[in-house]
Structure formats: structure tokens, C-alpha cells
């Protein structure tokens, strides 16, 4: 079933008010050892040991429904154990520590902690602040607890000088149980902290760093050694920035990559020249039974966990091949190799399917990787803040899409091409805000609604009062909260937000805004413009009639109030009923299925996300079985999207009863998106309705995700999707048979003018 769906480490930070964040201009040295031999009282202490049996400690808390924390009996002593007894895919266990003393200061966070099968834990610090600015936050987003052995783990973060509160806890993903121990927050001395690592990159740096590119997303993707079994891809990929950058020429660079290369890879060949002038191909090894190869199913996170993998319609899988199998799209031949150019005359040629023994792939690595030129501190961790990760980050976003993404031929982008602007800014980026962009604004070139960036410097947003809607190029207040309704009303225009018009708020945002579709980008940017941090005043510019005005509101976390509707079941014209699909589950479709089959018309809204019902509705419109859209899981075997062949599936929908009637219309517009686009596919290919009011999203198939250094977490559709006649669905979506667009006056009047067109569509099909 193709659905929207969000990883639930995502859920997590949202659960807690955090769009990442950290430190945005300044980098944490490490601390300094405290005197007296390094021992500290602890500002925060749990042993465990002298909380009751079934209770847990004064300080901590769980936040969030259907998990619970006890302290219980352990081999060690007494533990708290946190696991899941209802409903709910995570875990929030919470503290709250004030920062008096230590504002300007490092705080580290460490706890003994250890995961039952199926699940993982992870330890959270975050520092609030009065100007509401991103402050510190780790959730360890890039290093999960997956252990069930006892072990310490830690986070080390800077106060900041305005910091209004610490906030640390631990995070539950699964059902649990997981122990917890030994949890202390120490003061460990004055952060010191340095300007920004920024420094422009030259042309030859840049051409070097993407020779390394290309070459490591292969060798990572598409060659499975032995060797590179135990890489930390994303500190090998830090490391190997810094070494590849500084090479002067070309003759540099290929010694600098070779060794960067045999030790994971010892069959990889280099040479300059022309690419018809490499080296002969390394012979078979003698004592080689077999050959490996990496086979994709779309694409699935390396870090994601086993159980998780087995539930996703992805995979990434090493498979065996016999010494004499012959090569097909969907398999590499023994010892296929391939050749690709790094730039400037260098080439490579890399095994894509190396020869095996029983115990290992051939030949075997004679030398070891390279040592960083500078020792890490023991603390250290990935953060926007070192231009080396900023580097990483974009290679391994680029290269996960340039080998996985399935529309590249549709959306006319130069993927080649995105990268080099996008290393030339992120060298200079000074904060995580801007590098956020920068990787955003690259991102977007894919053009994928399911196109979604988190991570450090992500917006801290908060939902304004009202909601909005576009009439023509103006974006005009379509309803406001309570708390504001003095000061706005339905159809005032927005001209400017805190004195920065609506022009220029679009053209920042829509750069950033990953849509394959002007519906669908317009609809995010209503999303994000006016948006921002919490507590404080925002200021509208707003054009009321012939009048202009300036209007104070708060941003205190009020939602943004929906769209109204009619009542699900309701009548809105004598023999027509209403039904709103949007959000709505299977059961309300039940209660309602009475009156809506003794209905002589019916609007059924889908202008937003369905529940359940948004499909099982449909078979109640067919006599004959109804099948959803063409969704094709590429098979990638090779780097490139290079010979991708696809598995084939979709929904086979039997008749229901009772039968609906024909006299139907469906609202629709670019607010619906993927699950919502099966449905609707399925309406327009049977013709199961008029479909009134606008195009949607054109964005559709299961969305697939990777987790990138520093915490940071790209999505894109990982399927292709076409309609049911094989024409093309991305970057096109539904089409409206009765278009319909919102008017200004129409808002400002509370009309609902889609659902009126509909109204007037159906009761003609009655006469």
C-alpha cells in the first residue's frame, strides 16, 4: 500500500518541539579536565538503586502514551526499565535541569543503557533558549543504541549564554524493554569554542572532491568486499574529504585515492589517460568459487535495523553468484567490472561483482587505511559546523540519489550538475542554517514531493493563527483561531510578514521546496511563509478591501485552524451527501455507509490525506474488480541506474456492496499527495466521478529515506509510478475534469467555492 509515511526518529524530535538544531556559528572543543583528577559532582545523578521496586525516580517522567518506566531488580543492582504497554512507536522518558551556573558552559550527558531484540534506545540532551534560536540538541540520530550488552553512552553539549532550560532524557524506538543506568549530568568545564570552519574551495579542491565522489558512491553502493564490511562510511567519507581536497594535480589525486581505495577495495584499477587506455582486467584468482554482487530493491538505509528492513517493500541485499552465471539486468556477471571517469583524465575500473571464495571476496587487501592527519577528541562528533562534514553530507546525499532516484528521466535535471554550486556554498556556510539550505536547495533539484530535508538548522517553526489558501498569485487568510479573530477576518490579503513582502518570502522558500509540481510547491510554501520561532510577535501587512493594515499576533502554538466542512453523513442538497475522505478512518465510513447508499448523489472530499477509507471506499463505486496504478520497484544491480528492470505490483480491488451511486463528484487539489493520488488515480482511470477543483501533488509510490552525517536525513520516492495506461503520473498527478480555483472574494464570503461547483456538478447529473 503506497502511503506517506515519516521515520519515526522524525516523529520523535517533531513530539518534542525540535526541528534539530545546534549550535548554528560555533563548534564545542572539548573541555578541558576538570581539577582534582577529573572528578565532578554530578549536577543531575540516577542509580536507581534507591527507587522503589515499580516506581520512577522524582525528575524524570514519560511523556508519551503507551509506554511506562519502573525501576526493577537487575544482576547489577536496581535499573528503570522502559517499555512499551499500548499504543505508540516511541518512547520519551524526560528531565528537566536548570542552567543557573551554567550558561557558557559544556555539560555532558552519560548513562548506562542496553536494548531487548527489535528495538533501540537513544539518549537526548537539549539546551532551550529565551531568544528561542536553536539551541543545542543531539538525539544521537546518527549513532542509535542497538546493543543488548550493558555499555556507557554520552553526549557532550555547550550552554548557551541566554539558556533557559537543559532538557535530557532517553528515547524508546520499539516496544522494548530497555534499561537504563547510571544516568549523570556533569559540568565539564568552559565550552571553548572557535569561529566557524569556513573557507572558500578552489576549483582544483572541488574537482578533486568530486573524483572522490563518484568513485566512493560506487565503491560503497556496488562493491561489496570483505574488506569494506566494517567501514564507518560517514567518518571514512569526513576523512577522505580532508585528504583529497589539499591534492595538487591529477597524478596527486589518483595516489591519494589508491590509498584510500585498495585497502576496502583491492581490485580497484586507476590510470590517466583516455578511457579505452586503462590496464588489462585484473585475471580470475585461482581459488575463486563464486563471485558476490549488491543487488537494490529501491533503496533501504543501511542503518536501518533488521527487524525494520523485513517490513519495507525495499532492500538492499548481497547475494552469491555461481562462478559461470551470466549477467542479466538484475545480476552482474563474476568479476563485472565497471569504468567510470573521475575528471581531468582519470578513470577507474571497479569490481561490481567481486570474485569470492567460500570465506571471502578476492583478491585480499594488503595495506590499511591511511591515519587522519588529526587525531579526533574523544567526544567528537559530526556537526555542520566542520567543513569537512558539510562536504560529506552532500556526497552522500548526491550519490544515494544519483544511484537510487527513479525519475531522473522525467524531471530533465542535470543531477551531474547540482553538485558543484552546492560544495562551493557549503565551504563558506558559517552557520547550520545556511548549510540547511544548501543542502535543501540541492535536494530540490530532484523535483520529488516526497522530497523532504531534516537535520540541523531545519527551520524552528510555529504554526501561525489562521490558515491560508492562494487565489491567483495572492495569498489570502481563509479562517483564523479564536484568540485572533479581533484582529483578522476570512479574505484579507497578506502583503508583507514582519516587513519582508510576500514576493520575496516566496522566492526565499521556494528554492528550498522539493515539489515536482508548481500545485504541490505552492501549497508547501503557504506551509512555511509566516512560520517561525515560538513566543514572540509576528506583524502582518494585510490589505483589507481599500484598506491596509498592520496587525500584531501572537505565535503561541495555537494549530492553524482547518479547513471547515460539512459533517460526514450530512445533506448537502436534498438526495446529495457529503463525505470527507480527508484524514477520515474505516469505521466513520461504516457508520455513514447506510446514508450514503441510499444517496442519489454524493461528494466525497479528498483534498488533503486519506485514512483507511480513501481506498476501501472505492470498491463500493465498481461492479467489476478495481485495479490501483503501475507500482515499479526498480531492481538496481548496477551503479548509475544502469539496465534497472522493475517488479511490478498494485491493488486488485473487488466489489463491495451496497452499490453506491454514479452521481458522484470527488474535490480534489495539490494538497493531495501520494496515498491520496492511488485513490484518486484509480477515479480518474474508471471514471468513477467528476473530479472537481485542481491537480493534484504528482508525487506517488513509498517513500524511502538515508540518514547522513552530522543527523541529517534525506527522503525521495524510492518507486516509479505511472498510470494505469503506462503515461506518466510524476510531475503530472490527477487532473480535475471540473477545474475550479478559490477566489478572493469567495474566501472573504466563507464560501467554500469548490464544494459549491461540485454541488451544482452533481445535481445535474440528477435532472
Request: hydrophobic letters at 40%; proline letters at 8%.
Amino acid at each position: 500500500m503506497v502511503s506517506l509515511g515519516r521515520c519515526r526518529r522524525v516523529a520523535c524530535v517533531v513530539s518534542l518541539l525540535v526541528l534539530s538544531g545546534l549550535a548554528p556559528a560555533l563548534q564545542v572543543q572539548p573541555a578541558p579536565e576538570p581539577p582534582n583528577g577529573g572528578a565532578t559532582t554530578p549536577l543531575v545523578s540516577h542509580d536507581f538503586d534507591q527507587s522503589p521496586v515499580g516506581s520512577i525516580p522524582p525528575g524524570l517522567r514519560v511523556t508519551t502514551p503507551g509506554y511506562e518506566a519502573k525501576a526493577v531488580d537487575d544482576a547489577g543492582g536496581r535499573v528503570l526499565k522502559v517499555e512499551r504497554t499500548g499504543e505508540g512507536d516511541t518512547g520519551v522518558v524526560l528531565g528537566f535541569l536548570k542552567p543557573d551556573d551554567l550558561r557558557g558552559r559544556l555539560v555532558t550527558l552519560k548513562a548506562r543503557v542496553r536494548c531487548s531484540a527489535e528495538t533501540e534506545a537513544a539518549l537526548w540532551l537539549r539546551v532551550d533558549r529565551e531568544s528561542q534560536q536553536p539551541g543545542f540538541f543531539d538525539n544521537m540520530h546518527d549513532r542509535p543504541i542497538k546493543s543488548s550488552a550493558w555499555d556507557e553512552y554520552e553526549i557532550a553539549g555547550d550552554v548557551a549564554p541566554d539558556a533557559s532550560g537543559i532538557v535530557f532524557g532517553l528515547l524508546v524506538f520499539g516496544p522494548g524493554p530497555v534499561w537504563l543506568d547510571a544516568l549523570t549530568i556533569t559540568d565539564s568545564g568552559k565550552a571553548e569554542l572557535r569561529a566557524p570552519d569556513v573557507a572558500p574551495i578552489s576549483e582544483r579542491g572541488r574537482d578533486n572532491i568530486v573524483a572522490f565522489t563518484r568513485l566512493v558512491g560506487v565503491l560503497r553502493g556496488f562493491s561489496p568486499t570483505t574488506e569494506s564490511r566494517g567501514v564507518d562510511w560517514d567518518t571514512y567519507t569526513i576523512d577522505a574529504v580532508n585528504a583529497v581536497e589539499p591534492c595538487k594535480d591529477a597524478d596527486e589525486l589518483v595516489a591519494t585515492l589508491k590509498a584510500l581505495t585498495l585497502p576496502i577495495a583491492p581490485g580497484v584499477q586507476f590510470w590517466r589517460g583516455q578511457r579505452d587506455q586503462g590496464p588489462p582486467d585484473s585475471p580470475r584468482p585461482e581459488n575463486a568459487t563464486g563471485a558476490v554482487a549488491m543487488v537494490h530493491k529501491g533503496y533501504v538505509d543501511p542503518s536501518v535495523d533488521a527487524s525494520r528492513r523485513r517490513m519495507n517493500i525495499y532492500s538492499s541485499e548481497q547475494v552469491r553468484l555461481d562462478l559461470n552465471a551470466e549477467a542479466t539486468d538484475s545480476r552482474p556477471a563474476p568479476g563485472e567490472t565497471v569504468t567510470i571517469s573521475l575528471g581531468g583524465g582519470v578513470f577507474a575500473r571497479i569490481p561490481i561483482a567481486p570474485y569470492a571464495n567460500a570465506d571471502r571476496t578476492l583478491p585480499e587487501a594488503t595495506a590499511a587505511l591511511p591515519t587522519p592527519a588529526e587525531e579526533r577528541p574523544r567526544n567528537w562528533r559530526a556537526t555542520p559546523a566542520e567543513r569537512a562534514v558539510r562536504f560529506a553530507v552532500l556526497i552522500e546525499a548526491w550519490n544515494t540519489l544519483n544511484h537510487h532516484y527513479p525519475y531522473f528521466d522525467v524531471t530533465e535535471t542535470d543531477w551531474v550538475a547540482a553538485l558543484p554550486p552546492a560544495l562551493d556554498k557549503a565551504a563558506t556556510d558559517a552557520t547550520a542554517e545556511d548549510f540547511w539550505r544548501t543542502l535543501a536547495m540541492m535536494h530540490a533539484k530532484i523535483k520529488d514531493g516526497h522530497g523532504w530535508i531534516g537535520g540541523p538548522g531545519a527551520p524552528m517553526v510555529m504554526p501561525q493563527p489562521y490558515s491560508t489558501e492562494w487565489a491567483g498569485d495572492e495569498i489570502v487568510i481563509r479562517r483564523v483561531a479564536d484568540n485572533v479573530a479581533d484582529r483578522l477576518s476570512p479574505g484579507d490579503v497578506i502583503e508583507a510578514i514582519d516587513g519582508t513582502s510576500v514576493r520575496d518570502l516566496y522566492a526565499a522558500v521556494e528554492p528550498t521546496i522539493c515539489s515536482a509540481t508548481e500545485q504541490w510547491k505552492r501549497y508547501r510554501a503557504l506551509s512555511q511563509i509566516g512560520w517561525g520561532p515560538g513566543k514572540n510577535e509576528v506583524t502582518l501587512s494585510i490589505r483589507r478591501g481599500t484598506s491596509s493594515l498592520a496587525v500584531a499576533l501572537p505565535r503561541d502554538g495555537h494549530a492553524t485552524p482547518k479547513m471547515a466542512r460539512p459533517e460526514d453523513g450530512s445533506e448537502l442538497s436534498p438526495g446529495i451527501v457529503y463525505f470527507n475522505l480527508d484524514g477520515t478512518s474505516l469505521a466513520a465510513l461504516t457508520t455513514n455507509l447506510a446514508k450514503l447508499s441510499t444517496a442519489k448523489g454524493i461528494v466525497f472530499d479528498l483534498r488533503g490525506y486519506p485514512a483507511d477509507a480513501g481506498s476501501a471506499v472505492l470498491p463500493y463505486l465498481s461492479d467489476t474488480n478495481l485495479k490501483s496504478a503501475q507500482w515499479r520497484v526498480p531492481i538496481i544491480a548496477r551503479p548509475n541506474y544502469q539496465r534497472v528492470r522493475f517488479n511490478v505490483s498494485n491493488w486488485n480491488l473487488p466489489p463491495q456492496r451496497p452499490r453506491l451511486t454514479s452521481n458522484i463528484a470527488f474535490l480534489t487539489d495539490g494538497r493531495a499527495i501520494s496515498y491520496a493520488e492511488s485513490c484518486m488515480g484509480i477515479v480518474e482511470a474508471y471514471k468513477l466521478g467528476e473530479i472537481v477543483g485542481a491537480a493534484t501533488a504528482g508525487s506517488n509510490g513509498n517513500i524511502t529515506s538515508v540518514q547522513l552525517p552530522a543527523g541529517y536525513n534525506v527522503s525521495w520516492t524510492g518507486m516509479q509510478v505511472l498510470k494505469h495506461d503506462g503515461s506518466r503520473h510524476h510531475g503530472v498527478g490527477i487532473l480535475p475534469t471540473v477545474p475550479v480555483t478559490p477566489t478572493k472574494e469567495g474566501l472573504a464570503a466563507g464560501r467554500d467555492e469548490v464544494l459549491e461547483r461540485a454541488i451544482e456538478v452533481v445535481k445535474a447529473k440528477l435532472k
